[in-house]
């Protein structure tokens, strides 16, 4: 059947230019893994849009095609890869610091991550407190969000790029609530001018990414684009924006467990989460203003997922904590820790721990594969806004302002995959299934 609004969907011709603040441990574990995958090293692990398929009609019908042959996205030869970051190492000087990937895979993808040198960044030292660089743009904050508009243009340029997408993949910002500055584009823009220091670095990549007509993502749980003036502007601009904060380790443990508990009715008392990690997210986050960023993201998971509004009986009294500590010899190998306290029939108390010792960047590279060819179909689908479908890859998903986020990751896949058939015209998947028993 045919959707009555027939979605047209331009081709992916051409290259698509991928600009990413961040040019750190998950741009270069990325921007490697890409590589990698081009010249037959590695398979895409990981990533929905390579290697998840998705159904088709009936059971009964055995249709089954791979997404990225049902939807048409651009081809991983067709990225080119660029970005900003207040240090000058190029990609190559900078996955080798990382120590996330062995030096034998990078030794193989040198030559491509050598060519991405980093341009000068936006950076205020009062948003990230715990890391300095040299390679810094001057000026107000509009002269600087001028700077990176003329970025965008000269990397579209030089690499004859058909399509663009911006995604942040830089450090946590402190925490940060809108201001009458961010209320409507022209206070936003009076803002840049008067250099107002309300306005995060963040915002003014996602301010120059929108003026350039370059869909953003947001890989961190800065504030950034959810504020009225830049959710509007991309309204306005029929531009896709999506966000926050990419749903990784422990985060992404407690989507997959805590729908598993509500949907069999079985209490929580306490949740606790530590985490050690010692890479430079980890260094950012020793400063109590970016941790509280980072917290207030990971502690609403639970409250949505669990509704204890609906369900004061199970879970009214859920005492949810979350630590982050910074220890170097980790790296990026970060361990997560998770006691809970659930109870059952009768009120009987039972334990559950868990200990995911996980690679924060091998997690969250297939994340921005998929959010960048995903935006980029967005864009391609004539889609603007906020683009909740791609709610699954989030800690903190974007909605429409007053709307709640669906956290649960089995119906944030469902309606990712319903979004993918509502735009090739096929039928919504309800898992009704009563048409097999008529």
Known sequence: ??????????????????????????????????????????????????????????????????????????????????????????????????????????????????????????????????????????????????????????????????????????????????????????????????NDPGIAPSQIYAYAALMSGVPFANGAPNLTTDVPALLDLARERNIPICGKDFKTGQTFMKTLLAPGFKARMLGIEGWFSTNILGNRDGEVLEDPGSFKTKEETKLSVLDQILQPHLYPDLYGKLYHAVRINYYPPRGDAKEGWDNIDIFGWLGYPMQIKVDFLCRDSILAAPLVLDLVLFLDLAQRAGMKGVQEWLSFYFKAPMTAPGLYPEHDIFIQLMKLKNTLRWMRGEDLITHLGLEYYD
């Open 1 to 194: 059947m045919q959707n009555k609004e027939n979605v047209r969907l331009a081709p992916a011709d051409g290259k698509l230019g991928v600009l990413i603040p961040g040019i750190g441990a998950v741009t270069t574990t990325f921007l490697a893994g890409v590589e990698a995958i081009k010249m037959g090293l590695a398979r895409p692990v990981g990533s929905l849009t390579q290697m998840a398929t998705i159904r088709l009609g009936k059971r009964t019908d055995n249709r089954s095609p791979l997404i990225h042959d049902f939807v048409p996205l651009s081809r991983l030869e067709d990225l080119v890869i660029g970005g900003w970051d207040i240090f000058e190492d190029n990609a190559f000087e900078a996955a080798s610091k990382a120590k996330v990937l062995e030096t034998s895979l990078l030794e193989k993808v040198r030559g491509p991550l050598e060519a991405v040198k980093p341009m000068k960044a936006v950076f205020e030292h009062d948003y990230v407190k715990r890391i300095d660089g040299p390679n810094v743009k001057k000026g107000s904050r509009m002269e600087r969000a001028q700077a990176l508009i003329e970025d965008i243009r000269r990397f579209r340029e030089e690499n004859q790029c058909a399509r663009m997408v911006m995604i942040w993949c830089g450090s946590t910002e402190v925490f940060h609530k809108p201001g009458a500055v961010h209320q409507t584009l022209e206070s936003f823009e009076k803002g840049l001018a008067a």
